[in-house]
């Protein structure tokens, strides 16, 4: 599948770097326009129709941001070529898109890529947009929904009925209820980076539990959870966890 594509850019070396290694490394991207602004991108866009548009986020006269606004529903997937605020990349992780920082490594390029066209092939990019604008421009801890990644594609999920996330190897289980199960290929420690500010609390080795839930604990180590679930508290954890809910006594 040939990917119709756009580079919005305000330098020009940057431009052209990038267009260098996609000709080079990227043979089903094909570059329709190179822009330098929000304006000239805005037009190329209503002209070509892009499925695919690499997109720097501080330009002159309006960012990246302002150029997506414009356009509803999003019909195109976006890679960001940035070196943005950690903020702005942990609203990228919530939302499941892609970034790359510059200066920008082949490898990551190629992979990225090869992630747009799968998620175009199943038309979820422009959910995936929507939400990450959604989280962007709202106060961060007031992100409350979470893009999963599974095998189908992926799933939006409220944060707050998420009850317990459970390691299991490179991916992580999360629990809606003792029946209701969704698995990510993201590791626990990357979810435990993006929940901490939600009430997640780490328990165990192989446990992220959400405060929210908590029913109670029993001297034998288990924290009894809603939706009939519960875990182990680990014992490197157990100071701390009993610590926060003596706070609220």
Known sequence: MTLKTIIVDDEKPSREALSNYIHDYCPSV???AACNSVKTAHK????????????????????GFELLRLFSPL???VI??????EYALKAFRFSATDYLLKPVMVD???EAVEKASQEISRETGGLNLQKLIENLFAAQNHIRQLVIPDSNGFRVVEIDNIIMCEADGYCTHFYFSAKERLTSSKNLKY???????????RVHNSY?????????????????LSGKLKCPLGNAY????????RKLK
């Open 80 to 85: 960001f070529v940035t070196a943005y605020s």
């Open 208 to 224: 992220l539990v959400n405060a929210l839930h908590v029913k109670s604990y029993s001297n034998q180590g288990d924290i009894i």
């Open 191 to 201: 979810y435990q980076d993006l929940l901490g500010h939600h009430d997640f609390v």
């Open 238 to 245: 157990k100071h701390g966890f009993i610590e926060r809910f």
């Open 30 to 32: 094909e570059i329709v």
């Open 44 to 63: 190329a866009i209503l002209k070509y129709s892009p499925q695919l548009i690499f997109l720097d986020i501080e330009m002159p006269n309006g960012n």
């Open 75 to 77: 019909t195109f997937k």
């Open 108 to 110: 990551e390029l190629v």
